[in-house]
T-cell receptor, first 112, second 114 residues
Framework: AQSVTQPDIHITVSEGASLELRCNYSYGATPYLFWYVQSPGQGLQLLLKYFSGDTLVQGIKGFEAEFKRSQSSFNLRKPSVHWSDAAEYFCAVGPSNYQLIWGAGTKLIIKP | GAGVSQSPSNKVTEKGKDVELRCDPISGHTALYWYRQSLGQGLEFLIYFQGNSAPDKSGLPSDRFSAERTGGSVSTLTIQRTQQEDSAVYLC????????????FGPGTRLTVL
């Protein structure tokens, strides 16, 4: 069955520390891959996406993600988090930009 | 410019009543999408519009759900005879032409069915 797993429901990191959010998927072919962020009171915002080509993708707000086909993973990273990064992060995969299977989300908490 | 707007932001209704949720996409965006987000879940696709046509409505969960788009702009999602399991946040998004375009999401309408 097709699925997306974000194994961490919550992650707490100190401001200035590095961050990695995990995303693993089960899908028949190489899908389109997305990371979205949802901040309190705000709509979902696209952080980055992978369709093809270079497997290291740069996004907005200093985020990057690496597609690893052999591991069926698309982990999100940031070298130094800011308090404003506190939000919920969603990984999504699918054959198009809207026919997506979504992970359940990872809530990022920033310690001052 | 203005982003995607949705109204109302909150809607509380009684089981069995009909509700209408509205989405105003970004001006000039031809593609419009509706999603549902239940508590602790990722998004569930409902329907995709290209202009006023809906080439993909495969995500509508039952015939109680319908949507229309007029003038290539505003869209309305209607849920008839609401049930408690319809309680969720309904999100609308738009993109310039569809395909691989970035979707821009509205703030959502939180629907509570008592």
């Amino acid at each position: 069955a097709q699925s997306v797993t974000q194994p961490d429901i919550h992650i707490t990191v100190s401001e200035g520390a590095s961050l990695e959010l995990r995303c693993n998927y089960s899908y028949g072919a190489t899908p389109y891959l997305f990371w979205y962020v949802q901040s309190p009171g705000q709509g979902l915002q696209l952080l980055l996406k992978y369709f093809s080509g270079d497997t290291l993708v740069q996004g907005i707000k200093g985020f990057e993600a690496e597609f690893k086909r052999s591991q069926s993973s698309f982990n999100l990273r940031k070298p130094s988090v800011h308090w404003s990064d506190a939000a919920e992060y969603f990984c999504a995969v699918g054959p198009s930009n809207y026919q997506l299977i979504w992970g359940a989300g990872t809530k990022l908490i920033i310690k001052p | 410019g203005a982003g995607v707007s949705q109204s109302p932001s909150n809607k509380v209704t009684e089981k069995g009543k009909d509700v209408e949720l509205r989405c105003d996409p970004i001006s000039g965006h031809t593609a419009l999408y509706w999603y549902r987000q239940s508590l602790g879940q990722g998004l569930e696709f409902l329907i995709y519009f290209q202009g006023n046509s809906a080439p993909d409505k495969s995500g509508l969960p039952s015939d109680r759900f319908s949507a229309e788009r007029t003038g290539g702009s505003v869209s309305t999602l209607t849920i008839q005879r609401t049930q408690q399991e319809d309680s969720a946040v309904y999100l609308c998004a738009s993109s310039l032409v569809g395909g691989k375009d970035t979707q821009y999401f509205g703030p959502g309408t939180r629907l509570t069915v008592l």
